[in-house]
């Protein structure tokens, strides 16, 4: 099966709507589990691997929901197509890593994903747009109640599921939720919710999870503890410090507007000016600059444009998605001018920011969404 | 750079050690390396990094130092402390003890309270019951309420029957 004719187009998925969305672009729940007599994918030999994969793909195939799924094994995907699904955020920089041995499998809408031997057996995520971390853990509990049929878990009444890597151990959870902060940068107040987090136990990320840096100002929220809770009240847990976010973020958008228009203005400005005239431009420089215009929007200094416009450039921008749409092989450099091309193309039809008066109330937030 | 033993050497190996507030630098060749009982010349536990710092001081603590060994994988206390992972499901038996103290310190508490696959919950709930029936055993016994003892003593008998059932299927 072709990975790139199963995918969802970006100017599709970039559609896709949810609750907070304009500051949580996603929300996530990933389990962790093991067969019982078998070594963890990282010590185990080869063979046995290929053993455990041929256990546990026919029985993920064989969910109801993922029916017309895409199913295959790690060695037969390109270098490519695994990259593109690490920039849709489908599978980790670890798994992309994989070859014989490891496999994945994708639902139809893209919501369901199976990673076979990435770190564990099985890694399985829900993912949803906006802030929907219950229906995601929903979704994920049902389909692990259906696979543990199938599948004899490793599982200690103590310790609960048994995992490779011990801060995974007993619930095997990670609940997370993809957060757009731009405010909470430009206000410089980001440093110390960051901290604060952190000291309730919960981890922030960059873009792309573990180790890597907040592009485009998203930030990834996570709980970092597994074992001694139970997964609603880590879900829970979760959802209140991202409900303080959120509202965090919204008032320092609020201030920002009212005590530093100008700031905003430029900011937002020079981001559109660079984008909308810029002949080279590197995936990064890309990102910071989309996220600026992003908040653009979200501030009503865009009128008419919508905020999937944003979206679909982020995922359109990154190095792999360009490279798809081009047959020879395209360098750093060649990537920089093929990016500045698309992006001016894309908002030739949007004009500059709008200014408002700092008078206005509501500075065009988006009071419908809360 | 020469090995700083032999000084003949080209060093390969080179060591890093921070205690307190104190760096030492110690470069090695392979050969030195080896005699001196550096048996890890990538020198760097990953159980530092994925576990939190000390962590690899920790498993080399606990258990006496003894080399412990999973007798279903073969993974050893060494191999944990250099990958930060274990080899297989039934290591969390093998290195319980150096793993005490780290799940103290990694998690909220050390037992799980999530969720359990539905074929072992029957089982669980089997247990909680015999809990539940011994403890109103003894205080009928205590009581002297021999009859309701004898009603108890056959219905513990009956559950720990169809406990046993469940662990074996």
Redesign the interface.
């Known amino acids: 099966m072709d990975l790139n004719g199963f995918l969802i187009p970006p100017a599709e998925s970039a559609r896709r709507k949810g609750p907070h969305d304009r500051i949580v672009m996603s929300s996530r729940v990933r389990l962790a589990r093991?067969l019982?007599d078998?070594?963890?994918p990282?010590?185990?030999k080869k063979a046995e691997r290929i053993r455990v994969l041929e256990i546990i793909q026919p029985a993920i195939e064989n969910l109801p929901e993922m029916k017309d799924a895409f199913s295959g094994t790690m060695d037969r995907l390109s270098t490519l197509d695994k990259q593109i699904l690490v920039e849709r955020h489908l599978i980790s920089r670890e798994h992309a890593a994989k070859s014989a041995g490891s496999g994945l499998v994708l639902n139809r809408d893209e919501a369901l994903c199976f990673m076979i031997n990435e770190?564990d057996h099985l890694r399985m995520q829900a993912l949803c747009p906006g802030l929907q971390l219950r229906r995601a853990w929903g979704t994920m509990?049902a389909a692990?109640?259906v696979l543990?049929?199938k599948l004899t878990?490793?599982?200690?009444?103590?310790?609960?599921?048994?995992t490779?890597?011990?801060?995974n151990?007993?619930?095997g959870?990670r609940v997370s939720a993809m957060l757009h902060l731009p405010g909470l940068v430009l206000a410089e107040q980001i440093n110390p919710i960051i901290q604060s987090v952190n000291k309730l136990?919960l981890a922030v990320r960059g873009l792309y999870g573990e180790g890597t840096e907040a592009l485009g100002n998203v930030f990834q929220v996570s709980n970092q503890?597994?074992?001694?809770?139970?997964?609603i009240a880590i879900v829970e847990r979760l959802e209140k410090v991202l409900a303080q976010i959120i509202e965090h973020e919204e008032n320092a958008r609020a201030s920002l507007l009212e005590k530093k228009p100008k700031m905003v203005y430029n900011h937002i400005g020079r981001a559109y000016g660079i984008l909308a005239n810029s002949h080279s431009i590197s995936s990064k420089e890309t990102m910071n600059l989309l996220s600026l215009m992003r908040l653009g929007v979200d501030m009503g200094l865009f009128p008419g444009v919508d905020r999937s416009l944003v979206d679909e450039l982020f995922i359109l921008t990154q190095p792999a998605h360009l490279q798809r749409q081009h047959s020879e092989k395209l360098s750093a450099e060649d990537r920089d001018l093929i990016r500045a091309d698309m992006v001016r193309e894309r908002l030739r039809p949007v004009g500059r920011p709008v200014t408002r008066p700092p008078a206005e109330p509501g500075g065009g937030l988006d009071k419908s969404a809360m | 750079m020469l090995c700083c033993i032999c000084k003949e050497k080209e060093a390969t190996v080179h060591l890093t050690q921070i205690a307190g507030d104190k760096m030492q630098k110690v470069d090695l060749c392979e050969e030195c390396a080896k005699t001196k009982g550096v048996n890890d010349p990538t020198g760097f536990s990953l159980a530092d990094l994925l576990l939190g710092l000390g962590a690899s001081q920790e498993i080399e603590q606990a258990g006496g130092g003894a080399g412990l060994k999973c007798p279903a994988c073969g993974f050893t206390q060494a191999d944990f402390k250099k990958a930060g992972r274990l080899g297989c499901p039934v290591c969390y038996q093998t290195f319980a003890e150096p793993l005490e103290g780290l799940l103290k310190t990694m998690h909220k508490g050390t037992r799980h309270v999530g969720k359990v696959p539905a074929s072992l919950r029957q089982g669980r709930d089997l247990s909680d019951r015999l809990t539940h029936l011994q403890k109103k055993l003894a205080k009928a016994i205590e009581e002297e309420d021999f009859e309701e003892a004898a009603i108890l003593r056959d219905e513990i008998k009956q559950t720990t029957a169809r406990a046993a059932n469940t662990t074996a299927t």
Not at chain 1, 153 to 162: I, T
């Open positions: 093991n019982k078998a070594a963890f990282g010590w185990a770190e509990d692990d109640s543990e049929k878990y490793a599982f200690s009444p103590d310790l609960g599921y048994l490779a890597c011990p801060t151990l007993g619930t959870i136990g503890m597994t074992l001694g809770e139970t997964e």
